[in-house]
């Protein structure tokens, strides 16, 4: 069983559209998280949701809208993409604390045409 | 603001070298930190952790330990192989409300057979 499965793996698309990349848990983990890795494998965090609470929301375009239907899902969704949004986008969950490791999904490359 | 800094690659080595990857940090209470490792195409692994001062994390022949009074968290290996090539990203988390990892900027290794 995957621990952190995100869907999809790859996205190609075109500017202007809308898209969704979806993220689920099955760690029993209360905070989930998005990052952007940019193609100099930059990690960036994005937003992060504790029991559906959002909590954090970086300095993120606001065509990116994060949703926590639960607290073992939390799906990101982008309007109007844009070039620049083209990256590998990671989803991570961890349970509240700082002492325990985040655990990531795989990972979806995002390239925009 | 917290932040983590580690050494530029790419890191060349043959098998068996020996590996030092230097991490230091700043962090305003008392961090955990993680060494992840990114193997080419996938997300992000722990590959270890320490949560309070002088602990050392060890797995799979790798080693780091928790220096206080230097704020560091150097990456060590006594006899690489070539299936260590990776990206590897020194973290820390404060455990505060934000529960945020924030990562370096990530080393790429490349061992040579």
């Known amino acids: 069983d995957t621990a952190v499965s995100q869907t999809p793996k790859y996205l190609v698309t075109q500017m202007g559209n809308d898209k969704s990349i979806k993220c689920e848990q099955n760690l029993g983990h209360d905070t989930m998280y998005w990052y952007k890795q940019d193609s100099k494998k930059f990690l960036k965090i994005m937003f992060s949701y504790n029991n559906k609470e959002l909590i954090i929301n970086e300095t993120v375009p606001n065509r990116f809208s994060p949703k926590s239907p639960d607290k073992a899902h939390l799906n990101l969704h982008i309007n109007s993409l844009e070039l620049g949004d083209s990256a590998v986008y990671f989803c991570?969950?961890?349970?509240?604390?700082?002492?325990?490791?985040?655990?990531f999904g795989q990972g979806t490359r995002l390239t925009v045409v | 603001g917290d932040s983590v800094t580690q050494m530029e690659g790419p890191v060349t080595l043959s098998e068996e070298a020996f590996l030092t990857i230097n991490c230091t940090y700043t962090a305003t209470g008392y961090p955990s930190l993680f060494w992840y490792v990114q193997y080419p195409g996938e997300g992000l692994q722990l590959l270890l952790k320490a949560t309070k001062a002088d602990d050392k994390g060890s797995n799979k022949g790798f080693e780091a330990t928790y220096r206080k009074e230097t704020t560091s968290f150097h990456l060590e290996k006594g006899s690489v192989q070539v299936s260590d090539s990776a990206v590897y990203f020194c973290a820390l988390s404060v455990g505060n409300r934000d529960d945020k990892i924030i990562f370096g900027k990530g080393t790429r290794l490349h061992i040579l057979p």
């Open positions: 991570a969950s961890s349970n509240r604390g700082g002492n325990t490791e985040a655990f």
